[in-house]
């Protein structure tokens, strides 16, 4: 029976940063089943991840309640912590093979740091639709996977007060929505939306920081950089802008562990 840990990524703290479940599976379950249990879990994601061999390589998928995604930040800092927690694996390294091609995670003290392509996005037009839904107009507008909506101060992100009615007439998937300022503690603050899903706005959403990281290196001028996801759980992450990477640093805490009964 596979076991199911429910993992709080990017927190120390229960209840805080954004959960994820990491299912660890000996061979890998038909589609249909992967997304059933994603669904069953209604988590922002659900990891599964196999062993490729006993040196710290592992395959990994990610599922949205909804659809399965090409990268997930919070669910594979939450596998790795698994890993590293629970399986008792000794090394400091973790090799994943994803459909976004070979991911590390590397493990220093309490911190886990994720190594991802970088996404660098550039400057578009922004939809009238985006617009008419978020309702706050944004200084500058660029677009990667997801579009990057850039606002003058951390309290504007905090405002936004998004019409997800508006929003959820349109299709990003596997894509969605940032909105981001510079932050008042740390570099920069941000939120993330994700129309027509069924959990709308992600608590911490490593992927955006794909994205989100090479902006604010360009823009501040440094390489090394803090950040918080500005949801009401809110998320603590570390950033290194490495040119055609990026290493997204943060803890993880468990929550629970169970076993999938099918």
Not at 226 to 240: D, F, H, N, P, W
């Amino acid at each position: 029976m596979p076991t199911l840990y429910h993992i709080d990524a990017f927190t120390q703290n229960p209840f805080g940063g954004n959960p994820a479940a990491v299912c660890h599976l000996e061979q890998w379950l038909s589609d249909d089943q992967l997304q059933a249990i994603a669904s069953e879990n209604f988590l922002p994601e659900t990891a599964f991840f196999i062993a490729l061999n006993n040196h710290g390589y592992y395959q990994i998928r990610w599922f949205t309640p909804d659809i399965e995604m090409d990268l997930c930040g919070h669910a594979t800092l939450a596998t790795a912590h698994v890993i590293f927690n629970h399986l008792n694996f000794e090394g400091k390294n973790i090799t994943f093979q994803s459909a976004s091609g070979t991911l590390h995670v590397s493990k220093e003290g309490d911190f886990l740091t994720l190594d991802f392509p970088s996404r660098i996005p550039e400057k578009v037009n922004l939809p009238e639709i985006i617009a008419e839904g978020i309702g706050i107009k944004p200084l500058e507008v660029y677009k990667s996977r997801d579009y990057v909506l850039i606002y003058d101060c951390e309290q504007t992100i905090r405002d936004i007060n998004p019409n997800q009615q508006i929003l959820n007439q349109i299709n990003l998937d596997p894509g969605g929505i940032i909105v981001t300022a510079k932050g008042n503690n740390v570099d920069f603050v941000s939120r993330f939306f994700t129309p027509q899903a069924s959990i709308f706005e992600d608590p911490v959403t490593g992927s955006a920081h794909c994205s989100l990281i090479p902006f604010w290196s360009t823009r501040l001028g440094k390489q090394e950089l803090t950040a918080i996801q500005l949801s009401k759980r809110e998320g603590y992450l570390k950033c290194v802008n490495s040119g055609s990477r990026v290493k997204i640093s943060g803890r993880c805490c468990t929550f629970s562990i169970g076993q999938i009964l099918m």
